[in-house]
């Protein structure tokens, strides 16, 4: 779902996802996210059900659309376990 190729730009997006906020748009609703060659897609938008807020959430596929919404504090996990994985196969790619 995400090429090694692509990982820094997707640890990147999971950056600046991470710090949407509604003060970033005069809109009162907005998404933004980021989708692999593999179609994972990461999302934040707003909640309609309570708004003011924002949501995030992660989505696979094309055909089973899997979708997780994730906390604030998953996100930041889910994001360093993609750090860790990065950091692993650095490491077998140089041999170390």
């Known amino acids: 779902m995400v090429?090694?190729?692509e990982l820094d730009s997707f640890l990147s997006g999971i950056d600046y996802i991470s710090k949407a906020n509604p003060s970033m748009t005069p809109l009162?609703?907005?998404d933004m996210g980021y989708t692999t060659a593999g179609w994972l897609r990461l999302v934040v938008y707003t909640?309609?059900?309570r708004p003011g807020t924002t949501q995030t959430a992660l989505q696979s596929g094309?055909?089973?659309?899997?979708r997780i919404v994730l906390s604030l504090d998953q996100l930041a996990e889910f994001q360093n376990l993609i750090q860790q994985a990065k950091t692993k196969l650095d490491s077998l790619r140089s041999g170390k």
Not at 62 to 66: I, Q
């Open 3 to 5: 090429d090694y190729d």
């Open 28 to 30: 009162p609703e907005y």
């Open 47 to 49: 909640s309609i059900k």
């Open 62 to 66: 094309h055909a089973n659309r899997t």
